[in-house]
């Protein structure tokens, strides 16, 4: 439809600014807080400020169990979605101004949440709005869904699904990159656990390292207990980044990296890997030796998966890649935290049984597993080309579909490709110290999804 979209939403603005503003000083963090809903009352508080303001609008608005809201416009038997998210990450330190006091400035809006997922979510709930008011034809219902979970397991699409939530003919969620994302690595997290009975004359006392499964250290630590003459001689071993010091009856070692995304651990330097190739050098005994040449022989400060016998690339989506995220010992059970990504053209049976067994070589049995499968929809499809035409029709570019190693929404819900809200060149702010999200680039949002949920009802 030949329309001009950002004039069409260009009278929101000040309404969308003050909406966005006040739904990011709602502090919706998960929290077990015994209040009764899902995810604890500040991330319920939120979801009733979306609803009433839905309904203000004019939209009829629905929940499931207080897992998931959603406002919907248009008839018809077929519906279209976009799925967006209220729960954010904590605030975490470093911030400038109130992370949850939704300042305007310079132009921007400032705030947990404003770049994910609050402001592409209200931009989509004007660009609603928008084409209501503009009486424009629709043949298919649009919905916008409200998630609440989506930071920490996105157990609320599940619960969606599994208690008969509507699955839209085409979907969107505006929480990843523009042009389109049709690709999304398989996402899977492991956690394992090894008791340990240790001899020999070198006990580990205390080993910790990481803040995250999805995060690459920069950091990790180990107390060995050991006679003074083979503390000595640990104290006299070097290596890259790691140094030695002597404690009260043995040492503690501790190893330095660089900290990167789990999507992309090739940025970052494994600080677990590196500590666990030094641990492996030492004269360890029974149960401590073979958990630590487990980790250390099989990932040590690897990415890729060439030792566990997993590694794998296509052209689409690149090489699958590996994160050793967490270690700790509670001084009985050894914990080690993995998070792993799969080419889009792969299956998880190719790598997750080896990973499996190979921890298992060392003593380790899992005690929790997060898979999200992989998908993929080709550039041909119906719903990639049209998103590829709103998208250059807005910015007169060219493009082309991507895949990611990330995961998003789309991997919840049949039917669904993350589109926006990043522009490519965009300086990045979710999950950072002053997360912001700028008045032009909102607003762009909203016109894109304006136009796009328009075609997607009318495809």
């Known amino acids: ?16 600014v003050h909406s966005l503003q006040s739904c990011i000083r709602i502090p919706s963090v998960y929290a077990d807080d015994g209040s009764g809903h899902p995810y604890g009352q500040p991330v319920h508080d939120c979801l009733q400020y979306m609803l009433k303001l ?24 077929e519906m279209v979605a976009v799925l967006g998210h209220l729960d954010v990450v904590p605030a975490g330190e470093g911030w400038s101004l109130d992370p949850f006091g939704g300042d305007l400035k310079d132009g921007r809006v400032y705030g947990r949440g404003s770049m994910d997922d609050k402001g592409p979510t209200m931009a989509a709930l ?79 006392k205390e080993l910790s390292g990481g803040a995250a499964h999805n995060i690459v250290p920069d950091h990790a ?11 000595a001689q640990i104290a006299a071993m070097t290596a890259e980044q790691v140094t030695v010091s002597p404690v009260d009856g043995g040492v503690r070692i501790e190893a330095a990296g660089v900290n990167a995304h789990g999507g992309s651990p090739w ?12 641990l492996d050098r030492l004269p360890l005994e029974g149960g401590l030796q073979k958990a630590v040449h487990a980790l250390a022989a099989g990932i040590g400060m690897e990415w890729d998966g060439a030792s566990l016998g997993i590694a794998m690339e296509d052209a689409l989506s690149g090489k699958l890649t590996l994160n050793l995220g967490v270690v700790s010992f509670d001084g009985e059970t050894l914990q080690a935290r993995l998070n792993y990504r799969y080419p889009v053209t792969r299956t998880f049976d190719e790598c997750g049984p080896q990973v499996e067994q190979a921890m298992a070589r060392g003593g380790f049995v899992r005690s929790y ?17 049209t998103l590829l035409r709103v998208y250059s ?10 895949c990611i190693g990330g995961g998003t929404y789309a991997k919840m819900i049949p039917n669904t490709l993350a589109f926006g809200p990043i522009f490519p060149g965009d300086e990045v702010r ?15 949002n909203a016109a894109i999804l304006a136009h796009a949920m328009y075609e997607l009802a009318n495809g």
């Not at 979710?430 to 762009?444: G, I, N, Q, T």
């Open 1 to 16: 439809m030949n329309m001009d979209w950002r004039a069409l939403l260009s009278p929101y603005q000040d309404r969308l």
């Open 54 to 77: 839905s309904s203000d609008m004019g939209f009829a608005t629905g929940s499931c169990d207080g897992h998931v809201g959603w406002c919907e416009y248009g008839e018809g038997e």
């Open 126 to 204: 004007y660009a609603l709005l928008a084409l209501k008011e503009a009486g424009l034809p629709l043949k298919r219902r649009i919905r916008i869904l409200y998630g609440l979970n989506e930071e920490t397991g996105s157990a609320d699409m599940k619960y969606y699904l599994k208690h008969g939530g509507e699955v839209p003919v085409m979907g969107i969620t505006p929480d990843g990159e523009y042009p389109v994302i049709n690709g999304e690595k398989g996402l899977v997290t492991e956690y394992y656990d090894c008791r340990l009975s240790q001899s020999g004359p070198i006990r580990l």
């Open 221 to 231: 630590a180990a107390v060995l207990a050991c006679p003074s003459a083979l503390a």
């Open 267 to 278: 940025e970052g330097e494994n600080a677990i890997g590196r500590l666990l190739l030094f």
């Open 369 to 385: 597993q997060l898979h999200k499968s992989r998908i993929y929809m080709p550039p041909d499809s119906p719903l990639v080309r």
């Open 393 to 402: 029709d807005y910015t007169g570019q060219p493009a082309q579909p991507k």
């Open 430 to 444: 979710e999950h950072k110290p002053d997360e912001y999200m700028e008045v032009s680039r909102l607003m762009d």
